[in-house]
């Protein structure tokens, strides 16, 4: 079992920066693949990024466009996502995922373990 815990969201004007954080215990993050998504209200979840068990290839969704980081620290057994130049769009809870030796699946069902998420609101 892995649990996944959500840090890092808040609220933040159009343009500016938030790190989040997916800290992982019960197994060594490193021999999972991990996955950002997120929900807006009434609408589906959404890919935004995932990173391979290695952390050798990273995928973003289309609408990322450079804005968006994800990396990955196996000492700390944590995933991060920063993210840059935020806009209201951007508003939603992003939740992390794990699936064992995965290698960037950016389809939900894909994912095996999920955190609580976390809150990102954006004003204009």
């Known amino acids: 079992q892995v649990q996944l815990v959500e840090s890092g969201g808040g609220l933040v004007q159009a343009g500016g920066s938030l790190r989040l954080s997916c800290a992982a215990s019960?197994?060594?993050?490193?021999?999972?693949?991990v996955g950002w998504f997120r929900q807006a209200p009434g609408k589906d979840h959404e890919f935004v990024a995932a990173?391979?068990?290695?952390?050798?290839?990273?995928y973003y969704g289309d609408f990322v466009k450079g804005r968006f980081t994800i990396s990955r620290d196996s000492a700390k057994n944590t995933v991060y996502l920063k993210m840059n130049s935020l806009k209201p769009e951007d508003t939603a809870v992003y939740y992390c995922?794990?699936?064992?030796?995965?290698?960037?699946?950016?389809?939900?069902?894909?994912?095996?373990?999920w955190g609580q998420g976390t809150q990102v609101t954006v004003s204009s």
């Open positions: 995922a794990a699936k064992a030796l995965g290698i960037g699946e950016f389809k939900r069902d894909e994912y095996d373990y």
């Open positions: 019960g197994r060594t993050v490193s021999n999972y693949g």
């Open positions: 990173i391979s068990w290695s952390g050798a290839t990273t």
